[in-house]
């Protein structure tokens, strides 16, 4: 797995948050977050209050206790926002590393005469056609249409090893900002200035485009709603204490009702946000939104493409076999036939052996026949000689069923050949020519290797894994069995795949899904989390709410712990927040009544030193344990693979009863120390 990218608290972030959290105060910007707002105009009021402590009714404290209030109030609402201010600085300094690699470049454009044009690379627009050249910097995403290089993503990956990328084919996208290793390519820019994933994901981690996610917008309501009824609690208060001719002061009751309110929680919302956000971008992965980050955590079911993704991908042909009846020569002549126009990195690699195997074949003999192009619909690719004659290869079921329309017959030994081929998990492709099959190709692949724990591990969350691929059957299940999947689907063409999302999320259950090939488009959009990888094509790219850039698709686990991790955070202090206030419960409502009913003696459980102090040390404990909260909020809770419901229980004891438990040992702790500085 990929070591998150380290991000470091630089002492310019903590200085640019302390200022932006004064900056925050402007209500306009505090309004967004109801609880914090209540706080400050409680800050307002006590201000005012402090000048003139008459202002509502005739004070019965001094000055200096409303001036105490206002201090600490005004400081609640600093920690709250400088939160806030840190997780985004992160994010900027984050943005800025990114930008760093969208270095401004000049591009050559290629003109309709077939020139080129040196145009700057902001300018190029959807559609344009450039050359990049060997050690030349790619200047936008795009999909090579022309050409095969080894290209540097170090950029953007931090992988110095480059990646073969050519025209057709699943390996056909470039991003902007990665360099040419080697040869050249044409590349057609497929996205707008400022519309490129580097932009995109800048924007994202800069909180700028950070819309809130559901989970966080039902979290502010429930805040909100609390807040709302803790104000009508505090309202009531006023007549009832008039009935016990007890007198309250107004500071004393903007200290309750910011004790109750659930302050901890409300200063710390955005911050475990956009720290979510930040901790996805350390991995590489590019989240279009942070509903994607969220929904990856309560991932059911993920779905799997095999080739590229749980195998290598780069299928290369390893063996060509000819069927009782066909000498070698001709298979190997009708194998080199059917693939010299295939783009794929298949059909190339049966070129190459059939070449090493001494067969070739003149480019003059083929240079007018019709390529047919290899489809995730056919399975089959091939060429249509001038001379009518047909050449095919594909899926051993497609040929079999494209000869049998042609009145051909099936050789007898075609399916042992396939079979064994298949029982290695290679992919068998069977070759035909006019109403004749002559053999099979074997491609060859590989299971990429770690895989099998990491299927264990998502076990063990409740994540199903299914794999689905276009593979025959045999194939499929045998490398299945060497992955270590769940379960699969072979022979599953694109509306395969997405009924199979589909009918799990008629189950209510959430879909993950990674891919690479434009067949995967669609699905990747069905899918609730669509993780594609940056080295497939563009369309899997526009369709997918997730990209990884270093087209790992086990990258994907990583994002599935990532999202537990933040609804897990951010229940965890949620539940913190709530049980805290029981605790302040027993500090402030005795020392409010004490005179009136010294019974209410028996709740001050904590033997406070008196009334005011008991207030301030309340009020202040609910200051300071939010930027105590900072760094959990920011890191996230400590997060390991085991079940939800033990995770959970776990979390309540922790932050449930710790939330109790902390506030009276803070609150009694403070109380001493004003004692001793016999403050109140
Ligand atoms: N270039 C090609 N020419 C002809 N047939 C091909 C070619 N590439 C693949 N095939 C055949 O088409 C089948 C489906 O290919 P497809 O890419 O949809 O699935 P896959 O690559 O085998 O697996 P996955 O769906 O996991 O990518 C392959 O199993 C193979 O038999
Ligand atoms: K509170
Ligand atoms: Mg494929």
Known sequence: MTTARKNTLTKEIVSQAIIDAFKKLNPAVMIKNPVMFVVEVGTVITLLLSIWPDLFVASTVGRGYNIAVFLILLFTVLFANFAEALAEGRGKAQADTLRKTKSETMAKLVQKDGSYKQVSSTQLKKGDVVRVDTGEIIPTDGEI????????????????????????????????????????????????????????????????????????????????????????????????????????????????????????????????????????TQFNVLAMSGKAVEAAGDIDTLILDKTGTITYGNRMASEILPVKGVSSKEMILSALMASVKDETPEGRSIVELANKLGESWAEKEYKDAEAIEFTAETRMSGLNLASGAQIRKGAVDAIKKHISAKGGRIPSDLDDIANRIARAGGTPLAVAAGDRIYGVIYLKDTVKPGLKERFAELRGMGIKTIMCTGDNPLTAATIALEAGVDDFIAEAKPEDKIAAIKKEQQDGKLVAMTGDGTNDAPALAQADVGLAMNSGTMAAKEAANMIDLDSDPTKLLSVVAIGKQLLITRGALTTFSIANDIAKYFAIIPAMFILAMPQLEALNIMHLASPTSAILSALIFNAVIIPLLIPIAMKGVKYRAMSADRLLTRNVLIYGVGGVIVPFVGIKAIDLVLQVLNIA
């Open 145 to 280: 249409i022309e050409g095969l290089a080894s290209i540097d993503e170090s950029a953007i990956t931090g992988e110095s090893a480059p990646v073969i990328k050519e025209a057709g084919g699943d390996f056909s996208s470039v991003t902007g900002g990665t360099r040419v290793a080697s040869d050249y390519i044409i590349v057609k820019v497929m996205t707008d200035p400022g519309e490129s994933f580097l932009d995109r994901m800048i924007a994202l981690v800069e909180g700028a485009k950070r819309q809130k996610t559901p989970n966080e917008i039902a979290l502010t309501t429930l805040l909100a709603v609390l807040t709302l009824i803790f104000l009508i609690v505090i309202m009531t208060m006023v007549p009832m204490a008039q009935y016990l001719s007890v007198k309250l002061d107004v500071a004393t009751l903007i200290a309750l009702l910011v004790c109750l309110i659930p302050t901890t929680i409300g200063g710390l919302l955005s911050a475990i946000g956009i720290a979510g956000m930040d901790r996805v």
